[in-house]
């Protein structure tokens, strides 16, 4: 091992060793997006048609006179995507902590990443 490979060996260990536990998990929710095919989520603008990975942290059925909707805030290590689905009111397999990929078109909502009744494949709980 070379002493610049020892360095950076040292390093990586010294910032897992100095990392909060949302930091560790916000790495390793990156690698497994990235692992899985999904674009970052910090990269993702409107207008794009994006393949997204992570974590449901939030789901929300907001009852609405003319359209119910079901939300879900994805977070993938580096930014959040909220997943809508109109006319839901609840989904199998969609709650927190549920790991799933998402495919659709990114629109903005109140400075919000969101894409609309998303295409999506659960993966297998953990």
Do not use: F
């Not at 998990?25 to 794009?48: H, K, V, Y």
């Not at 929300?60 to 689905?85: C, F, K």
């Not at 839901?88 to 919000?112: F, N, Q, S």
């Amino acid at each position: 091992m070379t002493t610049d490979e020892s360095r950076v060996s040292l390093r990586r260990i010294l910032q897992r060793l100095t990392a909060s536990e949302a930091e560790i998990e916000a790495q390793e929710l990156r690698r497994e997006s990235a692992e899985s095919g999904g674009m970052p989520a910090r990269q993702c603008m409107r207008g794009q048609v994006v393949s997204v990975a992570g974590r449901l942290r939030t789901v929300v059925y907001t009852p609405r006179t003319n359209l119910p909707t079901l939300e879900a805030d994805l977070y993938d290590g580096s930014d959040v995507v909220t997943l809508v689905w109109l006319g839901r009111r609840h989904i199998a397999g969609i709650e927190p902590g549920r790991h799933l990929t998402a495919r659709g078109r990114v629109a903005m909502r109140d400075d919000r990443k969101v894409i609309y009744n998303p295409y999506y494949e659960l993966e297998s709980p953990k």
